[in-house]
Structures are given as structure tokens and as C-alpha cells.
């Protein structure tokens, strides 16, 4: 309290000395007068736009006490924010009070006479005001509308309020009384961004931004400060997802506010795959990666999750440890050493004795008799044909997505596959064609017996 008082009497110094070099400038009057706003004296002090009403009025000595009327001296009537107080009764019952009030510094901000500008302010604008003491945010290239056009008061209280930073209201209600359309958003959509109910400048700077949206920074720099878990995947992963990493690449599937689908995506995850994915996308190392939507577009077969419009079911959306985004392992080569764990992505679906058992008579409908032809196939130490060897993964119009023909190299080898009602024969680059039948087992040409073959 004792700093307050002595700066307050430093302020009626102050306003004593600039009283006595006007009374300098004029001719003092030689009896005490009646008002000092006269022709003689303070004439200009009721000529502003906007007036004191005090000086309106004459009435000096709601202000002014005289010490010598004769004399022309005068002192305040009353020390620091007291005298403004007095009389603007409620400007400081908020909990929060501008620090200009507590020190009783009200013409930091206000003429006490007159002022050519609103609320007897000493600058053209509140944001100019605001400004010589504030970092308002008007020198940056995406200001708050607000600011941009000086009305700080718009967001802020002048003197005092319940809130902190002199916010008219709690900072969230606050951002909704004027973007009306974002908080009927929030309430419709089953899906919200927490930051978006409850901390807008968790990502947005209130004042103004460098960036579009007054961001505090570029996605996807701006998700990673909250998903760290996100950042690692996309930064450290053996295959990064160009679509992740790129500037603003979160916003590429997501809406920042909420939406419909789940993890606030812009559309359904197919949709949003398909936007890019629709034709040969060419990776950094020239490789084409094949247009999903041209692979599945009319094809009669589709692979489950391709059906379910379930990429996820497979792909990794940020990064993996594995070729194409895949979740889990799946060679990527038509031939491969069998492990169960090179074969972990199918067997996340399949089951794992599709490949580990040799006979059975209801496993698989891919079977000669009781011999399971995906073991014969698969189930190698050593260049074993992988699914890919016969089996197309997102589409295909033979039943079981059997392929047409699988890349070998530069050359397409054909399948040549043909469906029986109880089982079929193929006739591919690789072999003679060969029969099956689950009911009357086919005894090829070039092959042993079936009770006699190795499947090594």
C-alpha cells in the first residue's frame, strides 16, 4: 500500500506542475472563480468530441480542490484510484483488476478532461491503447478479426472482471459468442476434438498467428504437441505415410473440430484412402504403387476388409514397420520360407492351421481328396509360393480372389484358374495344368500319387 500512496502523490505532482505551466500560459485570474473552463483560462477543455462530465458540467471541483483560489493552486481532491472511483463506482468489483487501477494510474488510458476518441482514451483506437503496453497481436499476418480492427474490448474488459486476463467471459463461451456456426457444430456431431469444447488456444493464438487460422503452428507440428504417440509413429517408422508427414498433413483426413466418423475424419476411411489412392501414386524411389480404385472398381470378389471398407483392417494409416503400411508381416515376394510369423497379417483373420495341417476333410475347399493344397504350396523351408502367388488381396473376379495373373519379376504369369462344383484345376507359367477334386481325387501326370507326394 505505502508504493501505491507513493506513486500516487508522484501522479499529483505531476498533475500539479502541467496545472501550473498552463496557469503560465494565461493571464491568472486575480479573485477565485466560479469555473476554470472560461475564455480566459481552460477554454479548450469542453471543446473536445467527447467531454468529461465534470468539465461539462464546470463543475471542477468534483475533481480539484483549491489551495489558494487567489493564487490559482490547486491539489486533487482525493488520492489515486479514490478520485476516479468516487464516481465510476464499478470499475473494479471484478475479481481481476487492470493493473493501471490498483496504482490509481487511470490517465495512463484516459484524458481526465476531454478527448477527441470514445471513453476520453489518449489514443485513435483501443487496440493503439492497448498496444504500448500489450503485444496485441497487430503486426502479424493472420490477426484476430478483433484486433485487426482495434476492438481489444470486444474479448477484454477495460478495468475489471470475473476472469482472468480481463475476459468478459469464461475464454471457451467466449470464442462460441461469435463463431456461432463452429459451437452448433460441436453440439451435432457425435465425434468432438476435445481441445475444441473446452481449449480453443490450446491451438489457435487468440491474438493473431504467423499462420491461417490464426494456428500456433502448421499441422502436423501443431497435433504432434499433443499426440506424441502419433509423432513417433509418423517420424520413426521404416515406412512413413507421405500423406501424414507432408505440411498440413493431418488436415488431409481429419476435420479439426468434430465430425460424424469417428477419430473426426472428413469422410469415411475408404473415401478418404480413394481420394488419393485412385490412381498409381509413385513413391520417392520411383516404385508405382498400383491405384487402389482401379483394382476393385467392378470386380465381383472382394477381399473382407476391402467389403467392410475397412483398410485399417490391413494398412497402418501414420507409419509401419511394414512393407505397404501393413499392420503385420506379409512377404512381399512370390516366393518366401514358410514361418507362421512371416504370415502374421493373414493369420490375424485366417487360421494358421489353413497352412500347418496336411490333410483334413473340411479345412479348406482347396484340397485334392484329403490333401490341403494351400500346405502343399505354402508350407516350405524354402521358396514356399506366398498368398500373393495366387491370390489377388483387394479384388478379383474368380471366386476365392484368385488372381489372373501374379507379377514374376517382368513377366505377368498367368493362373489360368478354373472352378468346379467340387473343385478345379489351374494352368499356370509354372506348372502343367494340374486338376483337384475333394470327392474324386485327380491323379495328375509329372506328380506321384497323392498318397504318395513329399510336400517338404
Known amino acids: 500500500m505505502a508504493d501505491v500512496r507513493r506513486y500516487s502523490r508522484a501522479s499529483v505532482v505531476a498533475v500539479v506542475l502541467v496545472l501550473a505551466a498552463c496557469a503560465l500560459a494565461v493571464k491568472k485570474p486575480t479573485s477565485p472563480p466560479k469555473t476554470c473552463v472560461t475564455e480566459e483560462c481552460h477554454a479548450d477543455y469542453g471543446q473536445q468530441a467527447f467531454v468529461h462530465g465534470p468539465v461539462g458540467l464546470g463543475d471542477c471541483k468534483s475533481c480539484h480542490e483549491a489551495l489558494d483560489p487567489n493564487a490559482h493552486t490547486y491539489t486533487l481532491a482525493r488520492e489515486g484510484w479514490d478520485l476516479c472511483e468516487y464516481c465510476h463506482l464499478d470499475q473494479t468489483t471484478g475479481a481481476h483488476v487492470h493493473e493501471p487501477l490498483t496504482t490509481g494510474d487511470c490517465t495512463e488510458c484516459h484524458d481526465p478532461h476531454g478527448s477527441a476518441n470514445k471513453a476520453l482514451i489518449t489514443t485513435e483506437t483501443v487496440a493503439q491503447l492497448c498496444q504500448e503496453c500489450h503485444e496485441t497481436g497487430m503486426d502479424v499476418k493472420f490477426p484476430h478479426g478483433p484486433v485487426a480492427v482495434g476492438e481489444c474490448t470486444i474479448c477484454h474488459a477495460s478495468h475489471s472482471a470475473d476472469h482472468d486476463f480481463l475476459l468478459n467471459d469464461e475464454p471457451t463461451n467466449l470464442c462460441f459468442s461469435c463463431h456461432v456456426v463452429t459451437h452448433e457444430e460441436l453440439g451435432k456431431f457425435e465425434f468432438v476434438h476435445e481441445p475444441a469444447q473446452n481449449d480453443c488456444i490450446g491451438c489457435h493464438n487468440p491474438h493473431g498467428a504467423a499462420t491461417m487460422k490464426m494456428l500456433k503452428a502448421e499441422a502436423p507440428q501443431l497435433c504432434y504437441s499433443c499426440h506424441e504417440d502419433i509423432q513417433t509413429i509418423a517420424q520413426t517408422a521404416r515406412y512413413k505415410h507421405s500423406a501424414v508427414t507432408e505440411e498440413n498433413g493431418c488436415m488431409h483426413c481429419h476435420t479439426p473440430h468434430a465430425s460424424t466418423i469417428q477419430f473426426q475424419l472428413k469422410a469415411t476411411p475408404i473415401s478418404l484412402c480413394e481420394s488419393c489412392h485412385d490412381a498409381p501414386v509413385e513413391k520417392p524411389d ?149 486338376g483337384y477334386d475333394r470327392v474324386a481325387p485327380v491323379v495328375n501326370e509329372a506328380l506321384p500319387a497323392i498318397t504318395e507326394l513329399k510336400t517338404e
Do not use: M
Open 286 to 434: 520411383g516404385e508405382l504403387i498400383a491405384s487402389f480404385t482401379a483394382e476393385v472398381e467392378g470386380k465381383q470378389f472382394l477381399h473382407g476388409p476391402v467389403a467392410q471398407q475397412d483398410c485399417k483392417g490391413c494398412h497402418a494409416v501414420h507409419g509401419s514397420e511394414h512393407f505397404r503400411l501393413l499392420i503385420e508381416d506379409y512377404p512381399r515376394l512370390f516366393y518366401a520360407p514358410f514361418s507362421t510369423d512371416n504370415y502374421a497379417l493373414c493369420f490375424s483373420c485366417h487360421p494358421e492351421s489353413l497352412v500347418l495341417t496336411q490333410r483334413t476333410a473340411d479345412l479348406t475347399e482347396f484340397r485334392n481328396g484329403d490333401l490341403n493344397l494351400h500346405y502343399v504350396h505354402v508350407n516350405k523351408a524354402e521358396r514356399g509360393r506366398t498368398c500373393r502367388s495366387c491370390h489377388a488381396t483387394h479384388a478379383s473376379d474368380l471366386p476365392k480372389h484368385v488372381r489372373e495373373s501374379v507379377p514374376y519379376g517382368a513377366w505377368n504369369l498367368p493362373i489360368q484358374f478354373k472352378k468346379t462344383e467340387t473343385g478345379g484345376s489351374c494352368h499356370p507359367g509354372c506348372h502343367l495344368a494340374f
